[in-house]
């Protein structure tokens, strides 16, 4: 036993430096890009190329670094069993039939990685595809492996488990089986897997396999998608910001732009609950809907809100609430995605989105104000030393998004090199200026937890992606499309509509998941309707954003739960002002779009 964990222990130290250097390469490409075309003119010959490839490794053994901290993301409902056998034996079955799926994507990944080296197919410089994707299938075989380990503390529970790779294997080795039979039984075992705590991924991936395999496609259809996606030219700026928003989040920063807003704004009512909504849209537009706010700026805005007298359950919705604003704000990671999923212009949902994340944050801030002056809540004296130190003290956070928007916008940097230099501006302001990371002792730690949660997302999308795929070859947007044009004429019901699905959803997928899978079906819808592109975007994420606070599972609802150690039901309570403020505002974006066209008017476009 000993010598298995000490083998496990070492096994995982060398994952996670490998996905850390790949990281850390997909940071240093992009900026030697710039440098190279800057000086010599030209760029890094297969720099593109290795930085999209590396994403798919950083994606894929920070999955399965998650597989092994149990940090897979997945739906909070199992948690709603009482403890004791009942939940520890729903943990076993939804282990099992996660581990069978993670069974059949390894099988289905190894079939694709033997085709692609049989067509010699190369990266860059002579480097084969078939090597660039070996952490597909060595990623879904650790994560089955480790989903059987945590399944139970004791062998018998595991070996249970494990019988779910054992189907898997048998599945995957004689797919037969299931071709020309009806998937609906194993959805429905998946499904209620899902509810019982198995990873999003599972219940995306074995949708996927199920539905090609009994449609006589390989199930290498699957991980085709999975790395169509995962080498798409812009997806590696979601890894590149994240890791951004974990550097300023695990330093200082947010003291210090919570000293510049107090010093702004905490003279006026409210002004404490203005801050909080304002810090945390700022820390959400780099580490998009992941709870990464509430988690590591929960406790020092909590703390703030009460000092200042705030009554505990408005302090509680309000963080709850603001720890998925700003995901409409520029560079939000939302937004690259669903540039990338609908293929319309990111620059342009980066534009659209600014008026509609404004107001978001404006109405959560106004409410702030309505609580400061019904409790007389205390307020910091406005006093221009102290605006003039705070704005010193915190000028190198406000400058960066100023910074980044400059560089993108004036076409000096793609949106990836964009991103690599704000993975600089980080490094840089929080391990050289401040000094609040070590360069040893915390700067590895950081970047491993950054892998650990863009490992969770991205293999969400890759699964997703082949659902999807199917989807589409089903012909379910056209179908989709004349069911809703035989029974809805105006675009006004079909926006009210397109605002109930899109809740329903968010209550019960993550944003990222949901854009792969959900922004196929209804762009063709809005396109018929009229609905512009860019605001029909903007539409979505606000939608999804919503999402968040929705019970009964609604992500940030679970997250504010464990953060501030109270029960669901007191966080539900809290949140459901902050809900009906935010669904005013959706609905404000969706029927008066010019909150969203009207900034390209302003520009003259």
Same mark, same amino acid.
């Not at 390894?106 to 990685?113: H, I, N, Q, T, V």
């Not at 780099?286 to 700026?297: D, K, Q, R």
């Not at 404006?362 to 004296?381: D, F, H, K, N, S």
């Not at 990371?437 to 969770?456: A, K, S």
């Given at each position: ?50 930085? =999209? *490839? ?33 939940? *520890? ?29 049989? @067509? ?81 991924? @599972? ?103 009460? @000092? ?61 104000? =309505? ?5 007389? @809540? ?55 200026? *401040? ?25 969400? /999308? ?24 035989? *029974?809805?004429?105006?675009? /006004? ?113």
């Amino acid at each position: 036993m000993i010598k298995l964990s000490a083998l496990s222990r070492g096994f995982d130290r060398t994952e996670g430096t490998v996905a850390n250097l790949a990281i850390l390469v997909m940071a240093i490409l992009p900026l030697a890009e710039i440098v190279a075309r800057s000086v010599f003119g030209v760029g890094i010959p297969g720099s593109g190329p290795f930085v =999209q *490839h590396l994403t798919l490794w950083v994606g894929f053994l920070g999955a399965a670094l998650a597989a092994g901290e149990g940090k897979l993301l997945a739906l909070a409902t199992g948690t709603f069993l009482p403890a004791g056998r009942w939940r *520890h034996a729903a943990q076993i079955f939804a282990a099992a039939v996660a581990a069978a799926v993670s069974a059949l994507l390894c099988r289905s990944a190894l079939e694709f990685l033997v085709i692609e080296r049989e @067509a010699a197919t190369e990266v860059a410089l002579g480097l084969p595809v078939w090597v660039a994707l070996l952490p597909l299938p060595i990623a879904f075989a650790l994560i089955g492996v480790r989903l059987v380990w945590r399944a139970s503390p004791g062998w018998l529970g595991r070996g249970l488990a494990a019988l779910g790779l054992v189907v898997g294997l048998m599945l995957g080795q004689f797919p037969g089986i299931l071709e020309g039979r009806t998937p609906w039984p194993g959805l429905l075992l998946i499904l209620v897997a899902t509810v019982l705590g198995a990873p999003i991924f @599972a219940a995306l991936g074995g949708a996927a396999v199920l539905f090609f395999v009994a449609d006589a496609v390989p199930i290498a259809a699957v991980p085709v998608e999975t790395y169509r996606l995962s080498v798409s030219p812009f997806l590696p700026a979601i890894p590149l910001f994240t890791l951004t928003g974990f550097l300023l989040a695990e330093g200082k920063a947010s003291e210090r732009l919570i000293g510049v807003f107090r010093a702004l704004f905490g003279w006026f009512p409210g002004g404490t609950a203005v801050v909080a909504a304002v810090v945390c849209a700022f820390f959400t537009i780099f580490t998009g809907g992941s709870g990464v706010t509430i988690l590591a700026l929960g406790g020092l805005l909590f703390q703030a809100l009460r @000092a200042d007298r705030y009554r505990e359950r408005f302090s509680l919705g309000l963080l709850t609430a603001s720890g998925s604003l700003g995901l409409l704000l520029p560079p939000a990671l939302p937004l690259i995605l669903y540039g990338i999923v609908a293929q319309v212009p990111i620059r342009d949902l980066f534009l659209g989105g600014v008026f509609p994340g404004l107001l978001l944050v404006a109405l959560i801030a106004a409410w702030g104000v =309505q609580e400061g002056l019904v409790t007389g @809540a205390g307020r910091t004296p406005f006093r221009w030393r102290a605006v003039g130190t705070a704005l010193w003290i915190g000028k190198w956070e406000l400058l960066l998004p100023i910074f980044l928007l400059v560089a993108f916008f004036s076409g000096k940097a793609t949106l990836v090199e964009t991103s690599a230099l704000s993975v600089l501006y980080a490094f840089l302001v929080q391990c050289v200026i *401040h000094r609040d990371l070590g360069l040893i002792r915390d700067f590895p730690r950081v970047v491993r937890q950054c892998v650990v949660l863009v490992g969770g997302v991205l293999i969400i /999308l890759g699964v997703a992606m082949g659902l999807t795929s199917y989807l589409v070859d089903a012909q379910v947007p056209a179908r989709m499309l004349e069911w809703v044009q035989g *029974h809805i004429d105006s675009p /006004l019901v079909f926006l009210l509509t397109l605002n109930v699905f899109l809740l329903l959803v968010g209550c019960l997928m993550d944003i990222f998941s949901a854009t792969v899978v959900v922004v196929p079906l209804i762009v063709p819808l809005g396109a018929a309707f009229g609905i512009d592109p860019i605001h029909l975007g903007i539409i979505f994420i606000a939608n999804l954003e919503l999402g968040y606070l929705t019970p009964p599972v609604g992500l940030n609802l679970f997250l504010a739960s464990y953060r501030f150690e109270r029960p669901l039901l007191t966080i539900y309570r809290a949140a459901l002002p902050m809900l009906l403020i935010l669904a005013f505002g959706v609905l404000l974006i969706t029927y008066v779009p010019f909150l969203t066209t009207g900034i390209f008017s302003l520009l003259g476009r």
